[in-house]
């Protein structure tokens, strides 16, 4: 598996993946109607002129991305997506870990649904902390839990 930055041409393959992968979070929440399913080809191709993406390719298969912007010295990483037919097989944590090492921020925030217990237990295997913050809805049944990544001065920026 490579990790590569996403190009615009990327980008229909990256919908598509991200339709596909957020079809369980869809029905977990009750909800067809969560951000990721609607987002158009247009507001993705927006979204990207403000973002590094990286895409973790296989067999010249785009299988896995995540995306991350600098504002006021932290790193948000946002949409860390994978194939179903890939799942645990540490392609998230390996996306998340090369954003991380592209911006080499001291502060690192994401968001993900507060029922999404495999995301949380991995970010908080990463370092990433529950914020205190509360909750944000985004729609009747999806709420946003903040996490937060503080890199400390002797820490290894690799890990």
């Known amino acids: 598996m490579d990790i590569l930055t996403a190009d615009d ?5 990256i919908l598509e993946l991200q339709r596909l992968a957020f079809r369980e979070n ?4 009750e909800d067809p109607d969560i951000p990721p399913l609607r987002q158009t080809l247009e ?12 895409k973790a390719v296989i067999d010249e298969k785009i299988v896995g991305i995540a995306r991350g912007r600098m ?10 997506v994978v194939h179903p037919d890939h799942w645990n097989k540490g392609i998230g944590k390996r996306l998340v870990v090369a954003v991380e090492d592209v ?8 968001v993900t649904g ?7 237990s991995l970010y908080e295997k990463l370092g990433y ?3 205190d913050d509360p909750l944000v809805k985004i729609t009747h049944s999806l709420f946003f839990i903040h996490m937060r990544k503080q890199k400390h001065k002797d820490q290894d920026p690799s890990v």
């Open 43 to 54: 507001e993705l191709t927006e979204e990207a002129r403000h973002n590094v993406t990286l």
């Open 71 to 80: 504002e006021g010295g932290v790193c948000h990483i946002s949409k860390v």
């Open 26 to 29: 869809a029905l977990r929440y």
């Open 129 to 131: 902390e529950i914020c």
């Open 9 to 13: 041409g990327d980008l229909p393959e």
């Open 114 to 120: 507060h029922m999404d217990k495999k995301n949380i």
């Open 103 to 110: 911006f080499n921020a001291p502060v690192y925030e994401l």
